[in-house]
């Protein structure tokens, strides 16, 4: 009885996005304010029948009802109470349900926080929002249902979860990531609002920024999940794998990052409105994009979650209607676009601009990549495979030139700016990061290597850059430090912290990109290996028994000198319904390293296969992206951006209205 009541719940938010789609736009087309005021009620009955159909499917997952297929296929009895409730997500349908509750979220959320909006202004974003929900409610029950029933053949103890999938980066990393994919849609509602409306202007970008950086960091902390899970997990030892799905998330992450650069200068100067416009559409469409991917079949990737070609044409239609609406809406809108200040070549403008062409060609390296096997293939060329080699060459040096303009952007003033002066500055800061570079290279102690020397010196003269101006500004309040530090803007010293965060990432993936240490060994009882100053020592292997699988566990202890500073257990686990062989790795976490073993196959001889490796500055990598999230968080908590304060909402509502509230 639950699934068909969560079955008719999911109809019942099709009806409620119906409604907010329909009811609303055409309320604010005929300025009828009845019409209007339905948005927000619909809005929070679309999310609340949306809560009570993932509940249902929750409860039917820890009830162990395996008549639902989906539960069937992704569950067991043996499978562990946490795993049970994360499995809801962890197959096409569950994480689809995941998806379009979310979006409710986002949109009741808007809801919330639009009660000072005029009817007209709430109506025209909400609509959008609605006509979202509608294709993602579509493709859940047209193609996607979660409580379809198998009887009366059911198998009685369930199929198991993918034992890829039976970890804690499961509980964590979808519903993190989610939150941000699903989160630009905001930022897309609120740019066709605004075109709608005929106006957009800075206190349009205003009451947009903060649903855009709220999107971005969560996205931000989704994708560093994401590899840190696939780090440890699969058992390879890499961090990124520019798989064709690890893209997917990547692309709206580096368009949100253009666009909320984007949103700032039309915030401050009024300028860029149809390029931040394009970029809102951009960053939701790529979101749209990896949707298709992962649920169309059309690649092979262990996150790929469906390889039904009729998933894969409805989100391709959607896809088109959606993406092909939005353009056809700018093209007509495109006259009231236009911006009337104007900046000089070495300005802020320029700089911020300079920024987001890199950002997007960065977008769009990343996207041939990812599509031009797929179109390969399609167009019956034959198959072929485009990996790090092609990624690493091409994103290198665009990232290392976006970071130099990361470092510059903040220190030249709006409108126009005196290069002259900034030379000192600028020569300084390099002759300081080029000694550190090498000072940095000299002191690690693994040899020497230019790309990495340059790697090091460009995240150094961002933090050198960053950090001195500022002191140069705490200095110039003349009120004390501690004062001085408070009278700069959090949003100032979000963006501090976010870009100290960006250096920090890559000066953590050169340390590891560039002077990682891979063993493969034929290890037995007593033997061991040394990599630099560790001795790892391997003790033999046991055999012990979890919830579902039988595991071989070895044993492996690490010496520094004459101290043991860990133990290793990494596992072969043998999972009991899928028969499936799963590598579990085992690491030594540090500041500056980390230590990693895999075990192999077992050899002929009674010894085993092991897999050892020393990654230098390993976690400096997702360490980064969180000081990068955390640095927009606090961003979010400017007094400028609060959305309850009424002055920051009605301009921006008025802007979106076109004059009209």
Not at 150 to 161: C, R
Not at 266 to 289: C, D, N, P, Q
Not at 462 to 485: C, D, N, S
Not at 604 to 631: C, E, H
């Amino acid at each position: 009885m639950i699934p068909e009541i969560g079955h008719f719940a999911i109809v019942m938010a099709m009806v409620m996005a119906v409604v907010q789609a329909v009811v609303p736009l055409a309320g604010a087309a005929l300025m009828n304010g009845r019409w209007m005021a339905v948005a927000r009620p619909a809005a929070y009955g679309q999310f609340g029948f949306l809560l009570f159909a993932f509940i249902c499917l929750a409860a039917s997952f820890v009830g162990n009802d395996f008549t639902v297929a989906y539960v069937a296929q992704n569950s067991n009895t043996l499978l562990p109470l946490g795993y049970k409730i994360s499995a809801v997500w962890g197959g096409h349908e569950g994480s689809l349900l995941l998806w379009a509750l979310v979006l409710g979220g986002w949109t009741a959320a808007v809801a919330l926080w639009s009660r000072h909006l005029p009817g007209v202004v709430a109506a025209r974003v909400l609509g959008v929002m609605g006509l979202v929900a509608i294709g993602f409610i579509s493709f859940l029950l047209f193609t996607s249902n979660p409580f379809d029933r198998v009887l009366p053949d059911f198998p009685p103890d369930g199929s198991d979860l993918n034992p890829l999938l039976q970890d804690f980066g499961l509980i964590v990393h979808p519903p993190m990531l989610y939150m941000g994919y699903v989160g630009f849609s905001v930022a897309f509602a609120f740019a066709i609002a605004g075109l709608l409306g005929g106006r957009l202007d800075s206190a349009w970008a205003r009451w947009s920024r903060p649903w855009t950086t709220v999107a971005w960091c969560f996205l931000t902390i989704g994708i560093a999940l994401g590899s840190w899970w696939a780090y440890y997990e699969l058992g390879w030892g890499g961090w990124w794998f520019w798989d064709p799905v690890e893209n997917a998330s990547f692309m709206p992450w580096l368009a949100g990052t253009a666009l909320m650069h984007s949103l700032a200068v039309t915030e401050k100067r009024g300028v860029f409105k149809a390029w931040t416009v394009l970029l809102a559409i951009l960053a939701f469409s790529l979101s749209l994009l990896g949707t298709f991917l992962v649920r169309s079949g059309v690649l092979t990737s262990v996150h790929a979650f469906a390889a039904d070609p009729e998933r894969g044409y409805f989100v391709l239609v959607f896809l088109v209607l959606m993406v092909g609406g939005s353009l056809l809406l700018f093209l007509l809108r495109a006259p009231v676009l236009k911006s009337e200040s104007r900046f000089d070549l070495y300005s802020r403008e320029m700089f911020l601009l300079c920024n987001n062409v890199i950002l997007i060609c960065a977008t769009g390296l990343v996207l041939v990549g990812t599509l031009y096997p797929i179109l390969f293939d399609v167009l019956g060329w034959g198959k072929i495979s485009i990996g790090p080699p092609y990624f690493n060459t091409v994103f290198v040096p665009i990232s290392l030139l976006l970071l130099v303009f990361t470092g510059i952007g903040p220190l030249v003033n709006w409108k126009r700016h005196q290069m002259a002066l900034l030379k000192r500055t600028l020569l300084q800061a390099l002759v300081i990061a080029l000694s550190l570079g090498a000072l940095a290279l000299w002191l690690f102690d693994a040899g020497w290597d230019w790309i990495a020397f340059l790697a090091l010196s460009v995240c150094l003269w961002v933090v050198w850059i960053t950090l001195t101006e500022a002191l140069r500004k705490i200095r110039t309040a003349k009120a004390g430090f501690i004062a001085g530090v408070r009278r700069l803007s959090l949003s100032y010293w979000g963006m501090v912290i976010a870009h100290i965060g960006i250096a920090v990432t890559v000066a953590g993936i050169t340390m590891t990109s560039t002077f990682d240490v891979e063993r493969d060994v034929r290890m037995a009882a007593g033997d061991r290996v040394n990599i630099g100053p560790y001795v790892f020592v391997f003790d033999g292997v046991r055999e012990i028994r979890g919830p579902n699988f039988q595991s071989t566990e070895g044993v492996v202890n690490v010496l520094h000198g004459d101290e043991q500073i860990a133990t290793l257990r990494p596992e072969k686990r043998r999972y009991f319904v899928r028969r499936d062989v799963m590598t579990e790795a085992a690491i030594d976490p540090g500041f500056t390293r980390d230590l990693y073993v895999a075990l192999g196959e077992p050899l002929q001889d009674g010894s085993w296969a092991v897999r050892v490796y020393y990654k230098p500055y390993m976690r400096w990598v997702w360490g980064g992206g969180m000081i990068m999230a955390l640095g927009g968080f606090i961003a979010l908590s400017d007094r400028r951006y609060r959305l309850q304060i009424r002055s920051r909402v009605a301009g921006a509502a008025s802007s979106l209205a076109g004059g009209k509230a």
